[in-house]
């Protein structure tokens, strides 16, 4: 049973470019959450997507986006990257309607590097 | 003032010893979450608490809601221990819900 699964490991992009994140949830998980994880610092919240839809947000400007496929993977998009978007961003994958766990589950992240 | 804040930032500590990290939230919890993070970014989750307290293996967490603190404990530390532990404070409702985190207290076992 594979569990979370994010692509890519490491991303390097330059100022103003777009970006986009992938993650595969945990099976049996219909929930996925994004974090940004500065270096030396804890994760912070991005979003949540259940049912297709964004469920909860966290203090982010509108340049990050997300979708959730009907397969419960997802995508982050960051538009107009910024120097202060490098970070590891981190995906939890959990279950709300399937199978209810209160326990997040983290894939291993992608480094996006911003030059 | 951080919802959540981990104390202390960094431990340093000889094999064997019994290690604490300590946690303190502001916010309404449904449930506290331990996590392990090692170099390179992977985090695994180590224990999810609403009361009282949980063991596994050598870990014991504790959570006092009353206080709102929550403190993690490893005996018989290990090199092997090495890592940075976070405290996360999950969402009003369910544990599922988003999470907020603490800085992480980085811990280094000596042989």
């Known amino acids: 049973d594979a569990g979370v699964t994010q692509s890519p490991t490491h991303l390097i992009k330059t100022r103003g470019q777009q970006v986009t994140l992938r993650c595969s949830p945990k099976?049996?998980?219909?929930?996925v959450s994004w974090y940004q994880q500065a270096l030396g610092q804890g994760p912070q919240f991005i979003f949540q997507y259940y049912e297709e839809e964004e469920r909860q947000r966290g203090n982010f400007p509108d340049r990050f986006s997300g979708h959730q496929f009907p397969n419960y993977s997802s995508e982050l998009n960051v538009n107009a990257l910024l120097l202060g978007d490098s970070a590891l961003y981190l995906c939890a994958s959990s279950s709300i309607g399937l199978a209810h766990t209160d326990t997040q589950y983290f894939g291993p992240g992608t480094r996006l590097t911003v030059l | 003032k951080n919802e959540v804040e981990q104390s202390p930032q960094n431990l340093t500590a000889q094999e064997g010893e019994f290690i604490t990290i300590n946690c303190s939230y502001s916010v309404g919890i449904s449930a506290l979450h331990w996590l392990q993070q090692h170099p390179g970014g992977g985090i695994v989750s180590l224990f999810m608490l609403s009361s009282g307290k949980k063991k596994h293996g050598r870990l014991i967490a504790t959570i006092n809601i009353q206080e709102k603190h929550s403190s993690l404990h490893i005996t018989a530390s290990h090199p092997r221990d090495s890592a940075v532990y976070i405290c996360?404070?999950?969402?009003?409702?369910?544990?599922?819900?988003?999470?907020?985190f603490g800085t992480g207290t980085r811990l280094t076992i000596i042989p």
């Open positions: 996360a404070a999950g969402g009003m409702c369910f544990g599922n819900e988003k999470l907020t």
């Open positions: 099976s049996g998980h219909d929930t």
